[in-house]
């Protein structure tokens, strides 16, 4: 069994998880990183053991139960232990709840509330079993505290995630276990690039009638990465219960308005 403490990131790929996993590493964790894009997470893993980190990359469908046990299996095989699950992956569609594909909406439940659900209880069995007071922590948006319009099943699961840490952490009382929510600002990263160009701006146009438009200021992803690794090594007896993060408010009045830059 490894010295080191190890830390398995769903959805480590890209983005924010991608630096999570890399903030780990050179934190002095070992890391395991799932994904679906098995070619992006070997870089990413390349990256962490250039640290020193012994790194693992496994393929990872959260939304598939087999596919979370198959991961879980590979990280405890690798390294024989487990210290902290970041349950990171999720997606979004843009559209309506009227003009959208069952399968999108299924999608984006399945993978943000659902798989965090999974890959969750995953951890929570072996810490329970091993008796580690193991770390779980949840990404989210701020997108929870406003109605945001054409995302209506993605701002949905993230406030149902954060359901679920709550009752989660009822559960786990007592018991060492620790769960946090990250809730995050607009953050720079490729989260929404592959979405339908007509229903993005349609979303936009949406956002803005309704007065939810973000600020135009994004964090970038080493912020959430670094407040997570933070969260996992606060001391014993401490616990981040909800970590809201967003970019320093600029004045918008001074930005030019959207389109215009
Ligand atoms: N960017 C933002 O502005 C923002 C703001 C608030 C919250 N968040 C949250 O931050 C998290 C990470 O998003 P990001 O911004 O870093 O976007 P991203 O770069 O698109 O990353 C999303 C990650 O989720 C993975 N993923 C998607 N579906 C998956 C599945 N079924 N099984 C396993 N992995 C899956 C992707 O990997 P594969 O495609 O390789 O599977 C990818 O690694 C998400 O939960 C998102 O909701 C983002």
Known sequence: MTDRSVVAVTGASSGIGQATALAFAAAGWNVACGARRLDRLEEVVDRARSTGA???????????????SSFFEAVL??????????????????GTIAALEASDILRVIETNLVGSALCAQAAVRHFLRTETP?????????????????MVPYVASK???????????AELMGTGIRVSTVRLGPTLTEFGTDWDMD???ELMRMWKRHAVMPSRA??????PALAIVGIVSAPRGTEYRLVSIGPTTVDEAEEPERGEA
Do not use: Y
């Open 54 to 68: 012994v790194a693992l990359s496994e393929k990872l469908d959260v939304t598939a139960p087999d596919s979370v």
């Open 77 to 94: 095989a690798t390294f024989g232990r487990l210290d902290a699950v970041v349950c990171n992956a999720g997606t979004a569609v843009p």
């Open 134 to 150: 193991g770390d779980v922590v949840f990404v989210s948006s701020d997108s929870v505290e406003k109605p945001f319009p054409s």
């Open 159 to 169: 406030a149902g995630l954060e359901h679920l840490a709550v009752g989660l952490r």
């Open 199 to 201: 229903a993005a701006v």
């Open 218 to 223: 994004v964090l970038d992803v080493e912020a």
